[in-house]
């Protein structure tokens, strides 16, 4: 079975490969194949070490085939011309992030020189100049992302995928946990909890324009589907994704303003009936759907292992992450500059505790991890950048100029986008093959959505009323760029 799992992950690839040809379906196929290719693909490229002890699992793609189909969007992106012409805001989204990407390399090639394996170092200059790539893939399509239904789409057929993905590893390992190859537990419930909430914000979109029957059967069929990921999800028995969920959904109801009247309140009255019972029907029905929603229905017991981790008797996963994370603090006090080596948590640690036990690959904290491991100035480097498209994200987003006052499709992907990084703080999901491009790639279609077009707008303004002379230049360099492109 796992042979043909792979050959059916190869033949997946190479059809993204063939779809993302379409400049419409380029970032839709991209995040398809993010959720959907098994992770048993990867296995066919480089590796490199994740535990020095000989377990199941102790390796990871060097090089991903996440990484071949970024770099065969961009190709075919810069083929297409899509790179000439953007405005001074956008030279500075994607500007900066390069910056911060050839920051890495810097940090990453010192500790090369200090005995870091070349593999290990390959991936964590990769994983981490996949954010400049997909901020300029998104920035470059902004025309074909339109209202970003496309994207939206490709979201809900990953989200199919991944589901049988959780039904067959889930079987397989007989585990009393839904959980899925590539992404794990944790990984997993974040993958399903942001498909859910897309594939929500389509089908209320294809809801309110569906003209025939045929069309609001389907937005059905969505309503279903997101039922479904949530529920899978709550199975997952993570609290974490769940619990960022919540101030997500009340925030994109919040700065949407299009259900704001009866119908609408209607509508959103029905939706959390569904999700209360879906949320019923996971506690009552799986075996660990009860402790995802402890946050919810038991939040004291969240609260003591939260302030006074010591004093559970038993496995406590905040205990445990604080274990992982000191290691890391140590590790960022010995050497706070470039850290101690891309993906070298897992390896160094058992220097300082032999006794260690080999089951994870990483301190479950995505900005510990990068101190220790990059160093404290690029930690630094990258919370600001992140923190600044947040706020951009934030300060546009509730305009009425803004897409994301009106479409429930952009409303939804800024939610999604926006709390990726929230559950940042108790795994290290960036780090993740998959994951970690996922979210930049969501956050850059969110600032395609809602900020580029607000920034577009005030320059033509500015434009407009700097003159004829200008509107002249402004109108050459247009016809300039369309003749570039052809």
Known sequence: MTTVILAGGVLVTLLVAYVMRRPEWRLAALLFALLAIPGNVDNLLPQMRLDPHSIANNTAPAISFVDLLIAWGLILTAREGRFAGWSRHMRWIVGGSVAFAVLVTIVTLVN???????????????????????????IALRDEVGDGRRVAIGVAVGLVA???????????????????AT??????????????????????ELRRSADVARQRWFAVALFGLAAAGLFAAIATGTRMSLLV??????????????WWHREGVA??????????????????????GGRALAVVTDPGETVDIITDP??????SPVRTRTHWWSQAFGMVRADPLTGVGPYQWNIERYETDPEARPIVADPHNTYIQMAAEYGVPVLVAYVLGL????LLVLLTVWRRASPGSTSAIATTIAAAALMAPLTEFTNSHLFNVRLGAVAWLLLGVTLTLTVIPVLVSRNATATTAAGPATVRDAKRDRQRHVATRA
């Open 183 to 204: 992404f794990g537990r944790n990984g997993l419930s974040l993958a399903l909890v942001v498909g859910a909430l897309i594939v929500t914000g389509l089908a209320i």
């Open 387 to 390: 923190g600044a498209a947040a």
């Open 162 to 180: 991944l589901l049988g993905n959780g039904l067959f590893t889930s079987g397989q390992l007989d585990t009393t946990r839904f959980t899925a």
């Open 112 to 138: 090369v020189a200090d005995g870091v394996a070349i593999p290990a170092a390959v991936r964590g200059i990769l994983t981490l100049a996949r954010i400049p790539a997909l901020l300029a893939l998104a």
């Open 310 to 315: 010591e004093g559970e008797p038993d496995y």
């Open 245 to 258: 969920l919540v101030p997500a959904a009340l925030a994109a109801l919040i700065v949407n303003r299009t």
């Open 267 to 288: 509508g959103v009255l029905l939706i959390v009936a569904g999700v209360l019972a879906v949320g019923l029907a996971a506690a009552l029905w799986t075996a660990e």
